[in-house]
């Protein structure tokens, strides 16, 4: 069974930052793309940032784009999304996504989610 489960998140100054983990386990994610999404309090969630696993492609969000890095390390199946340069507005509980097709289009598995809040 496949299992995402995020950590990291917290409370950060603007300005700050934070590195978003997400382990992924239950099978072998070769050929998946992983994606991160956020959803605020009464918004629809959002994408964000996804790759590649082998990490050959990034895709970003333009409100992201030179603040947020995603990665992968295969080794220990977890996937990262480093956050930079925090605005208020990226305050919001992120979440974790594999899509088994590779395209990073339909999502199949999500985790939980870790809250981040971003306030003075």
């Known amino acids: 069974q496949v299992q995402l489960v995020e950590s990291g998140g917290g409370l950060v100054q603007p300005g700050g930052s934070l590195r978003l983990s997400c382990s992924a386990s239950?099978?072998?994610?070769?050929?998946?793309?992983m994606g991160w999404f956020r959803q605020a309090p009464g918004k629809e969630r959002k994408f964000v940032a996804a790759?590649?696993?082998?990490?050959?492609?990034?895709y970003y969000v333009d409100s992201v784009k030179g603040r947020f890095t995603i990665s992968t390390d295969n080794a220990k199946n977890t996937v990262y999304l480093q956050m930079n340069s925090l605005k208020p507005e990226d305050a919001a509980v992120y979440f974790c996504?594999?899509?088994?097709?590779?395209?990073?289009?339909?999502?199949?598995?999500w985790g939980r989610g870790t809250q981040v809040t971003v306030s003075s």
């Open positions: 790759i590649s696993w082998s990490g050959d492609r990034t």
């Open positions: 996504a594999a899509d088994h097709t590779g395209l990073g289009i339909t999502y199949d598995y």
């Open positions: 239950g099978r072998t994610f070769s050929g998946y793309a």
